[in-house]
């Protein structure tokens, strides 16, 4: 929590360090923190009149609501602007004014959320359940410090810079990498484990729903402390110089850690700037360095989402270390014997060091002795078990969608009718209106105006004049996939590359903005290892743990997913599955296995649940078992080395190449 209060005064003192991300645990008070940040801000100067919040010092010359020559001075405090997970598009970046527009017969335009949160904060609780396309509105503002705004026959423009907070809990799922670059700062909070911290927590929210205005009285002194400490430091940082020593500093950290572009220089350096003013010096120090780098370099070393955020700390201190300020020497030096040279007493001559890693007897020869045989283990029940094996590395897959035109939430795997995208037609409202479509609503208007006595230019407008729009764009689906862990399956190599598939498959849903689950079977029965979730994170972490061996037990995980399934339905009608079967078709259990199975998979296919079988049969003997499975879900299979793109791409140039040749024959 320390580090949390740090990262937000830091922001009050230095908007430009760019903001903060908030991860932790529900229940830790994140969203507590980040509001009563608001209280503490210093108020800002504007424009008297100015929807826009423009500074009288430099007014914006593309105010909408410009020119300001000689406009009046104001001054307000700067605003936290909430935006909702469920916003609509409209209210995010602002519209056509329709009373004015269908009233008065003039465009008008109505300012957004980022209007309003310009110069001061825009706090997104739950920011990882944010959908696709107000992540790109915000993407392109945070970038230009400017909202453009063409919809409707409006088109506007004006300035949008604010300090970025949200709030997250990792097991909901990941941020998109764009975005999370964005944010300068990022925090990872969990609640104290400290009987008598907990116990003041506890006393002081007791306290506060007892009397809230008393409680605000106790501590409003200290607040205003801090508010004032806040102003001091803001009027301190011009004043604070970044040595080249320090800027050395800070770009050898990020070199060291191999991040992605220079956006991470800049922001440390603006932290640590910020550290300085915060502390009352004119000079950052090699401490605001190490500070910087531990609050603006962890998310950004991620290479892909099962990367888990966090910094080395030793490198970082070795780092640091080597690009100190050389000490000058205060003698010659002594190269005499007992300074770990080469006749002194080191390691390599007698010296009590540890011992050399090829002694037999040495721990690391224990541990560096052939690792790589996965010994079997006696299982509860019975029979052998394989300890869990590493998956290969994750790789770029095929694209596999759901059939049909869905209406679940906005994506990037399916075909769907959605609150972004492209307008493909006009339709009488079902239901709340929610998306006006203009034109059709005054085509549809137009021919009765007549008729209805229209006197001015205000349009007579009745409710069945109303139409909406239908936009077509991708949803996001839910991936069930269930995996064999059987005995069949167990074969090192062999379960290496089927996790690696999986894996990739994972990361897949990931950057579709699915929902995926997990069922695995073997023995004598299915579990469901992982319930639907947003967090392909914890999806790894259980594919990773997953251990094979036993029986195959098919139809005990086809009739999970579909309990799963029907669950999930209940809960969400509207978001469509898509089943992953990763499995080699084999079926044990008694001489009716495989038809009982199959008939387990026709009672899926029933349902019209769309499903893939992964294929992972191999060897020179091969009895199609899997495609057979595919038949009867009445879906598609798919081999290991057919699921990678690169392959499907190739064996269409392929199949173009003969294409081409036959008919130039």
Not at 239 to 251: H, Y
Request: glycine residues 10%; hydrophobic residues 40%.
């Amino acid at each position: 929590m320390d580090d949390l209060r740090l990262g937000l005064l830091l922001n009050a003192v230095s908007p430009a360090v760019g903001g903060v991300l908030v991860r932790g645990e529900k229940g830790t008070a994140k969203s507590t923190m980040v509001r009563a940040l608001a209280g503490l801000l210093p108020s800002i100067g504007v424009v008297a009149g100015c929807r826009f919040a423009c500074d009288p010092a430099a007014v914006d010359p593309q105010c909408p609501d410009g020119p300001h020559r000689g406009a009046d001075r104001g001054e307000r405090p700067a605003f936290l602007v909430e935006l909702p997970v469920g916003v609509s598009e409209d209210r995010v970046v602002g519209s056509l004014d329709l009373e004015r527009a269908l009233a008065e017969g003039v465009k008008a335009y109505e300012p957004g959320l980022l209007a309003k949160a310009h110069r001061g904060v825009l706090y997104i609780d739950e920011v990882n359940l944010l959908q696709d396309h107000l992540v790109d509105l915000l993407l392109d503002a945070a970038a230009m410090g400017r909202s453009y705004v063409e919809r409707e026959g409006v088109s506007v423009r004006h300035a949008a810079r604010f300090l970025l907070v949200g709030t997250m809990n990792p097991e909901e799922g990941e941020l998109r990498p764009q975005l999370l670059d964005r944010f300068g700062l990022t925090v990872e909070i969990a609640a104290t484990r400290d009987a008598d911290e907990r116990a003041e927590v506890v006393r002081r929210r007791l306290a506060y729903d007892a009397d809230p205005a008393a409680f605000a009285a106790r501590w409003d002194g200290p607040e205003r402390e801090l508010a004032e400490r806040i102003t001091a430091a803001r009027e301190l940082l011009p004043d604070v110089e970044l040595s080249d020593l320090a800027l050395r500093q800070i770009t050898a950290v990020c070199a060291a850690f191999e991040v992605d572009g220079l956006r991470a220089d800049i922001v440390m350096a603006r932290t640590a700037v910020a550290l300085a003013a915060w502390a009352g010096r004119t000079e950052v120090l090699e401490e605001d360095v190490r500070t910087a780098a531990r609050l603006a370099l962890p998310h950004r070393r991620r290479r892909n989402p099962f990367d888990a955020p966090g910094l080395d700390e030793e490198q970082l201190d070795r780092t640091l270390a080597e690009h100190q300020q050389p000490e000058e020497p205060d003698g010659p030096e002594d190269d005499g014997p007992g300074d770990g040279g080469p006749d002194g007493g080191g390691p390599d001559n007698g010296g009590g060091g540890a011992p050399e890693p090829d002694e037999p007897n040495s721990p690391s020869a224990e541990a560096s002795s052939d690792d790589s045989t996965v010994l079997p283990q006696q299982r509860p029940g019975g029979g052998r078990e394989s300890a869990p094996v590493a998956a290969d590395q994750p790789y770029r897959t095929r694209l596999f969608k759901v059939d049909g035109t869905g209406r679940g939430a906005q994506g990037r795997r399916s075909p769907a009718e959605t609150d972004a995208g492209h307008t493909i037609r006009a339709r009488r409202p079902q239901g709340r209106l929610s998306r006006l479509h203009l034109s059709a609503t005054l085509r549809a208007a137009a021919p009765h105006q007549a008729a209805r006595g229209r006197a001015g230019r205000a349009l007579v407008l009745r409710r069945d004049d109303l139409r909406e729009q239908v936009r077509r764009g991708r949803e996001s689906n839910l991936v069930l996939f269930v995996v064999d862990a059987s005995g069949s399956m167990a074969a090192r190599q062999r379960m290496t590359a089927v996790k690696g598939a999986v894996l990739s498959l994972l990361m897949d849903a990931y950057q579709r903005r699915d929902k995926i689950g997990l069922v695995t079977f073997r023995g004598t029965g299915a579990e469901l290892a992982l319930p639907p979730t947003s967090s392909v994170e914890v999806g790894a972490a259980r594919l990773e743990q997953l251990p094979t061996g036993g029986r195959t037990p098919l139809e005990a995980g086809l009739l999970r997913a579909h309990e799963v399934l029907r669950v999930e339905r209940l809960r969400d009608p509207d978001r469509r599955p898509l089943l992953v079967v990763v499995t080699d078709g084999r079926a044990t259990g008694g001489k009716d296995a495989l038809p009982r199975a199959r008939r387990a998979a026709g009672l899926l296919a029933a349902q019209g649940v769309a499903a893939v079988v992964l294929d992972c049969e191999s060897g020179p003997v091969r009895l199609g078992l899997a495609r057979e499975l595919a038949a009867h879900l009445n879906g598609d299979a798919v081999s290991l080395d057919e699921l990678r793109a690169e392959g499907v791409a190739s064996l269409v140039r392929e199949a173009r190449t003969t294409t081409m040749t036959r008919k130039a024959a």
